[in-house]
């Protein structure tokens, strides 16, 4: 079964290298917790590959083939070590692993391509199965910005300029979305420009994908509904208080006792 999420393999790694920040605090996190950990939305290893290389092991699932396939790419390129890390196909709405684990982490807004109440709701299931004992759910979504969800659709929005690693070559992206402010969906296309060393647009690419965003107090009452208790609510990666500035949020959870 094919994922919206394929068209992405080949330039995920190009259009997020600036992503970085997160890193850290997931390696220490799992670190922190010891493995087994589960990564929901691996995608192509962005996160998987620090933290098998940090000696920690872990499980990547994702719904699309062609990202896995990426992944495993990237961690045979790794200095992991052979076994630490595994990667398997699956639907993070509804996936039953025959384990449990210490910790489960969905980085990078991957909650958010859950697009209905129903698929978070049966994904925090999933979850609380698999969870040890005294084992966090830890996960990032965006603070929604009221200034962006009444955006133009029609306009292009400079992102910012990337490097694609493989070619040296200078990428400037571009961001449309379309808001459905109902159903709280953004329907995102990222346009990337691709420059000759002259400065010549040698080739240009879309993506697209759409996610389902969620305001802070609907986010709590959806994981405590689920059977959660929200430890922590971070503002940022560097695990300052949660508030009115805050752009990110960052929840620790664990299964209520």
Request: net charge negative.
């Amino acid at each position: 079964m094919s994922s919206e999420y394929d068209q992405w393999a080949d330039m995920y790694d190009v259009v997020y290298s600036y992503v970085r920040s997160d890193i850290p605090f997931y390696v220490e996190t799992v670190k922190r917790h010891g493995g087994p950990v589960l990564e929901l939305g691996c995608g192509t290893g962005r996160v998987t590959v620090p933290i098998a290389e940090a000696g920690v092991e872990i499980v990547g699932m994702d719904i699309s083939k062609s990202m896995l396939d990426a992944a495993k790419t990237n961690l045979a390129e790794s200095s992991a070590e052979n076994g630490i890390a595994s990667l398997v196909y699956g639907d993070m709405s509804d996936f039953s692993l025959g384990q449990s684990f210490s910790a489960i982490i969905v980085p990078f807004r991957g909650f958010l391509s859950l697009l209905t109440t129903e698929e978070q709701t049966r994904s925090l299931d999933c979850i609380s199965r698999h969870l040890s004992p005294g084992g966090h759910l830890v996960f990032d979504v965006f603070v929604p910005d009221l200034d962006m969800l009444v955006q133009e659709e029609d306009i292009l929005y400079h992102l910012r300029d990337v490097v694609d690693h493989r070619t040296g070559q200078r990428v400037v992206l571009w961001n449309r979305s379309r808001y459905d402010n109902h159903q709280q969906i953004i329907e995102v296309t990222v346009i990337g420009d691709v420059l000759s060393r002259l400065g010549d647009v040698e080739r240009r690419f879309y993506r697209d994908f759409r996610i389902r965003y969620v305001h802070r107090w609907e986010m709590h009452h959806l994981l405590t509904t689920c059977g959660f208790e929200v430890l922590e609510v971070f503002g940022d990666f560097n695990k300052d208080a949660f508030d009115e500035f805050s752009t990110e949020m960052i929840w620790v959870t664990g299964v209520a006792k």
